[in-house]
């Protein structure tokens, strides 16, 4: 049994920590069993017993037979001649319980290595399905782990069970940097079953994550007196979140910051300074959409609620506000809202000064560029001017310089105009 180092490896499976004491012995039981009933061609659940000691790493595998006279054999595997009790006991006797301890060493080389083939095969099936079953209960809550590989598409880390963990880069916030040994925070975005093997996906950019963020952050949010409603993300740049308290006493957006910023600004610096604006929840659109823009100050809002736009007017100093570093503000404004909204300046134009038709201008600008614009909601040439150069190449998806073109001309002719 030293030999093809059988107990030596039975040792080794004793110590897998994904397994329990019971899971274990079903399992060598089941095996041994396997390769027993294969050797006498028939079921030994009644003639055999297989006793596996865990703890000690050890197994013990008993013959049961019935003693008989030695001319009254029928069945070898369940009796034994008298003659051959006695010589294991001399005090047996006819009718007596027999019970022979079974050599791994008489099984032979090929059953042995075959055993022991097997065992490491069923040991490593369980504990991929006990992984998957776990982490399967674990999918969108948050995890620590220890960072073990970093790669340039992924970082790999490990539980505290050596599990193995993957982190994409498309899951992980853009100034996200890691090294070996360092912690990591995220939740189980997903587990499935690749060739058999469970793979377990982390995430850091998922709306949930920011949600698990403030559950562990805000007690009331914990409990449900306040209520998550939605969230949107730009991962490492901005994030709305929006919210609301069936208790009129709880002020839902001051809980989830907190006094001077205490509860939020942990997770502000979880998601590497991504701006968090927490907004009351509210099911007025134009409301909505007026915190939603936050800071920026609106002067009044167009809806067309068939189609979902708005149309949202201010002062020229507001503009920027509204869209934000990167057009980031108005973008998750609109995804949280659900409307597409489009950012005008107050017109200083009164209703006598004159305007014109995009369409005359047909012979300097090209038609696919002036049905670009009208597709905005320009239609004149003032209405275009009242958008800046980058709004308009934003909105109508065409080149600045195509843009700053159009301005050129449509500048030229109300200077024509005055002069």
């Not at 396997?34 to 596996?52: A, H, S, Y």
């Not at 189609?307 to 201010?314: D, I, K, Q, R, T």
């Amino acid at each position: 049994m030293e030999n093809y180092k059988l107990v030596e490896t039975f040792s080794e499976f004793k110590e897998f920590k994904n397994i329990d004491r019971e899971a274990m012995m079903r399992i060598i039981e089941d095996v041994f069993r396997g390769m027993l009933n294969k050797k006498f061609d028939t079921d030994t659940e009644d003639f055999i017993d297989i006793i596996v000691n865990v703890d000690k790493g050890d197994f013990e595998i008993y013959h049961n037979r019935t003693v008989v006279d030695d001319n009254e054999v029928e069945d070898p595997l369940r009796q034994i001649k008298l003659s051959d009790a006695i010589r294991i006991e001399p005090d047996f006797e006819v009718g007596d319980d027999v019970s022979e301890i079974l050599k791994i060493e008489s099984f032979g080389r090929r059953d042995i290595l075959a055993l022991r083939q097997n065992l490491q095969t069923k040991i490593s099936e369980y504990q991929k399905e006990n992984i998957f079953q776990k982490y399967k209960d674990k999918v969108g809550e948050i995890i620590n782990a220890e960072v073990n590989h970093v790669w340039k598409r992924e970082i790999v880390a490990i539980d505290d069970e050596s599990i193995e963990l993957i982190l994409p880069r498309n899951e992980q916030i853009p100034s996200d940097i890691y090294k070996k040994g360092e912690s990591v925070r995220a939740i189980v975005k997903s587990v499935e079953n690749v060739n058999g093997s469970p793979v377990i996906t982390l995430s850091r950019t998922s709306e949930i994550f920011l949600q698990r963020l403030f559950e562990a952050e805000v007690p009331e949010v914990y409990d449900g007196l306040i209520t998550i409603k939605k969230i949107v993300r730009e991962p490492g740049q901005r994030a709305k979140i929006a919210v609301e308290s069936y208790d009129d006493r709880i002020d839902p957006v001051g809980a989830c910051v907190g006094m001077k910023g205490s509860r939020i600004h942990g997770i502000v610096r979880e998601l590497r300074n991504e701006n968090i604006d927490v907004i009351n929840w509210t099911t007025n659109p134009t409301l909505f959409i007026t915190r939603a823009l936050s800071p920026a100050k609106i002067t009044s809002i167009v809806l067309d609620n068939e189609n979902m736009l708005a149309n949202v007017y201010m002062d020229n100093d507001q503009v920027s506000l509204a869209i934000g570093k990167g057009g980031y503000n108005i973008k998750l404004a609109g995804k949280l809202t659900g409307y597409n909204i489009d950012v005008y300046r107050n017109s200083e134009i009164t209703p006598d000064e004159e305007d014109v038709d995009l369409q005359e201008f047909s012979d300097e600008i090209e038609q696919w560029v002036i049905d670009a614009l009208v597709g905005i909601g320009c239609d004149t040439a003032k209405q275009v001017l009242a958008i800046s150069p980058e709004e308009v190449a934003r909105r109508a998806d065409l080149e600045i310089e195509t843009v700053n073109n159009v301005f050129k001309i449509l500048k030229a002719e109300f200077e024509n105009d005055a002069e």
